[in-house]
């Protein structure tokens, strides 16, 4: 188990470009369809606490994973196995060609590359959207975070706090009233 | 070495939002404060680390490592930026499973998720702001959403296809 763990990450890792938002739909397709590790929501929640941590989300979510799966060493797998293929190609790169953005080669497959990945990540926004159960009176808090975080560059850090305090007062309110 | 070290524990620890937050963060610390590279460097490191496999944040955080300091210093600089990453997540990931039957700590879930797909939304925006620079990309987006959606292709073929289509065509 704690192979496969290992092995999964590994694969993600070592496969995707465009940082860790391109490897989210990949690991959610490993997770939850896949190995059936664990459901969509509880992917989605971890996702969610991902993005509420600081650090590199991909980092983030395998840590999660992991210590569902099999606790600290699941945990330890998890993070090796995302980690290891950055820290052997860049140091390949870093030593053998310290020319390697200027090739020609990779500039092309990039270019090529970017709007896939945008593809790749807008697609399970859809996806995801559907399973959350979006309607006409919670599309805004998506909306307006979509449009304060990526258009008017606030850090997620203040919108992240400002849900968990707003829920908590909103479910004392509630809770008071019964 | 040791300063490296303290200063990507603390890269790790204060940047929320994932790679491209904690690439700005890195900037901060480690061009401008501490004078580790040159602007210069560093905009190559990160054309390198966006076309290199894993996240962006450990490619880079690996790559400024190796150039001050060899292998032990990429590994110092990676370990440093996901250390908060370990804790912190290993906490909320504990206190998830212990507190989920709690109707608050579901609502903050609830929430959150809304607030997730919000942010994986401005994400997008980000990477695509100049992914777009002809047609031929506007193309590739359609193909590749189309064979994503339509034939749930994995998406590791699809990113080599891609790669592969942009050096012969690009």
């Known amino acids: 188990m704690l192979w496969q763990i290992f092995i999964t990450?590994?694969?993600?890792?070592?496969?995707?470009?465009?940082?860790?938002?391109?490897?989210?739909?990949?690991?959610?397709?490993?997770?939850?369809?896949?190995?059936?590790?664990?459901?969509?929501?509880?992917?989605?929640?971890?996702?969610?606490?991902?993005?509420?941590?600081?650090?590199?989300?991909?980092i983030n979510l395998s840590i999660y994973v992991g210590y569902h799966l099999r606790k600290g060493k699941g945990m330890a797998a998890a993070v090796l196995g995302t980690v290891l293929p950055s820290l052997i190609s860049i140091i390949i790169i870093a030593s053998l060609f310290s020319r390697y953005a200027d090739s020609t080669l990779a500039r092309k497959?990039?270019?090529?590359?970017?709007?896939?990945?945008?593809?790749?990540?807008?697609?399970?926004?859809?996806?995801?959207?559907?399973?959350?159960?979006?309607?006409?009176?919670?599309?805004?808090?998506?909306?307006?975070?979509?449009?304060?975080?990526?258009?008017?560059?606030?850090?997620?850090?203040?919108?992240?706090?400002?849900?968990i305090l707003v829920t908590i007062w909103l479910s004392d309110r509630n809770s008071r009233k019964v | 070495m040791f300063t490296m070290f303290l200063t990507?524990?603390?890269?790790?620890?204060?940047s929320f939002g994932g790679g491209y937050a904690i690439l700005a963060?890195?900037?901060?610390?480690?061009?401008?404060?501490?004078?580790?590279?040159?602007a210069a460097e560093f905009a190559d490191i990160v054309a390198i680390s966006q076309m290199t496999p894993g996240p962006i944040a450990i490619n880079a955080a690996t790559f400024v490592g190796f150039q001050r300091y060899g292998v032990l210093g990429s590994i110092l600089c990676t370990f440093g930026v996901i250390l908060p990453s370990l804790i912190l997540m290993a906490i909320i990931t504990v206190s998830y499973i212990k507190l989920s039957s709690q109707a608050w700590f579901k609502d903050i879930f609830k929430n959150l998720r809304l607030l997730s797909l919000g942010l994986i939304g401005a994400a997008m925006i980000?990477?695509?702001?100049?992914?777009?620079?002809?047609?031929?990309?506007?193309?590739?987006?359609?193909?590749?959403?189309l064979i994503l959606w339509r034939w749930k292709v994995n998406p590791?073929?699809?990113?080599?296809?891609?790669?592969?289509v942009g050096m012969v065509l690009g």
């Open chain 2, 156 to 164: 590791i073929y699809l990113l080599l296809g891609t790669a592969a």
């Open chain 1, 9 to 58: 990450f590994l694969k993600v890792g070592a496969f995707t470009i465009g940082g860790g938002y391109a490897m989210l739909p990949l690991i959610r397709r490993e997770v939850c369809e896949k190995h059936k590790w664990m459901d969509e929501m509880a992917f989605m929640d971890g996702l969610a606490a991902a993005q509420s941590s600081p650090g590199p989300i991909a």
């Open chain 2, 126 to 145: 980000m990477i695509g702001k100049d992914a777009f620079p002809d047609f031929f990309s506007v193309v590739i987006f359609l193909l590749a959403f």
């Open chain 1, 109 to 163: 497959a990039f270019r090529a590359l970017k709007p896939a990945v945008v593809a790749l990540i807008a697609l399970p926004l859809i996806e995801m959207a559907k399973k959350i159960g979006i309607k006409l009176n919670n599309f805004w808090v998506p909306l307006v975070a979509l449009i304060l975080v990526g258009i008017l560059g606030i850090s997620p850090a203040h919108l992240i706090l400002l849900t």
């Open chain 2, 8 to 14: 990507f524990i603390k890269i790790g620890l204060f």
């Open chain 2, 25 to 38: 963060m890195i900037q901060q610390e480690v061009v401008a404060r501490h004078g580790w590279l040159t």
